[in-house]
């Protein structure tokens, strides 16, 4: 019965991940832990371990029916490996509480604007129609967004994605896909740092890739059928879940005296 569950869970956080472009990771940490009473250090390596089977499953799609723009996502995922070394080595200095809450009232900001305000950029016609712009701030962008999955543990698909779509005028759907594509190669990198240390539990992992993979299967497909306004609006609830955790984490770290 535990391993349907899994199975389960696996899937729909393997379509809501293929869809938005977010690996899922923040829908299995949460589910193993409070669903499963998993401990973290266990949880947040096969999530990462799903967001790489999950980038593999979904990001041939996207290529295929030219979703993913392969250019930018090389360009902005070099600056985000760079910021999660450069995250690794400064994460003793910094109050990992601390980046949490800001991070999270960014997030909450972003999601609250997602929601009350209308873009005023129409989405082009076709998907090929746009070019890129604003690389200074993609790639700084993605630089801080590799730094933060460092030093919280979490992926840069909710950063990546309103960051590429709202400063850099990339399509929503683009946006979602170049960061499906992306986060494969990072959570690799993560993952193996857990799998040396031997947090990498198989027994837990195969049943949730299994799901994973079906479900980024199934999600890859709806994507390019599903309105960019509820994609957005999508997005936003889960920016806010990830604002959430975060301000939840930062002030459990911050004013431990408050949340006992």
């Known amino acids: 019965m535990t391993v349907l569950l899994l199975m389960v869970v696996g899937g729909l956080a393997g379509a809501l991940g293929a869809m938005l472009g977010i690996g899922g990771g923040i829908v299995l940490v949460p589910a193993l832990v409070l669903g499963f009473g998993l401990p973290l250090e266990e949880a947040v390596p096969a999530s990462l371990m799903c967001v790489v089977a999950n980038s593999c499953a979904a990001a041939a799609g996207y290529v295929d029916n030219h979703l993913s723009d392969i250019r930018l996502g090389l360009t902005l995922e070099l600056a985000t490996v760079l910021g999660a070394i450069s995250g690794g080595l400064v994460a003793a200095l910094i109050a990992p509480a601390m980046v949490a809450v800001v991070f999270g009232l960014f997030t909450l900001y972003v999601a609250l604007q997602m929601i009350l305000l209308r873009s005023p950029r129409r989405e082009p016609a076709t998907l090929d129609d746009y070019q890129p712009t604003n690389y200074p701030l993609g790639i700084s962008g993605s630089f801080v967004a590799g730094g933060l999955s460092a030093l919280l543990g979490v992926g840069g698909g909710p950063l990546k ?97 408050i949340w006992e």
Do not use: C, D, E
């Not at 946006?175 to 690799?188: D, F, K, Q, R």
């Not at 947090?199 to 309105?227: E, F, I, N, Q, T």
């Not at 306004?229 to 459990?252: N, P, S, Y």
């Open 161 to 257: 994605v309103p960051l590429m779509s709202y400063g850099m005028h990339v399509p929503f759907k683009v946006a979602s896909a170049t960061s499906n594509l992306m986060i494969g190669v990072t959570g690799a990198a993560s993952v193996a740092a857990y799998a040396l240390r031997g947090h990498l539990k198989l027994a837990l992992v195969s049943p949730l890739v299994v799901g994973v993979l079906a479900g980024a299967y199934v999600g890859s497909r709806l994507m390019p059928k599903v309105p960019t306004a509820v994609l957005k609006r999508l997005f936003a609830l889960v920016l806010l879940t990830v604002a959430g955790q975060m301000l939840w984490k930062g002030g459990a770290g911050l004013w431990p005296s």
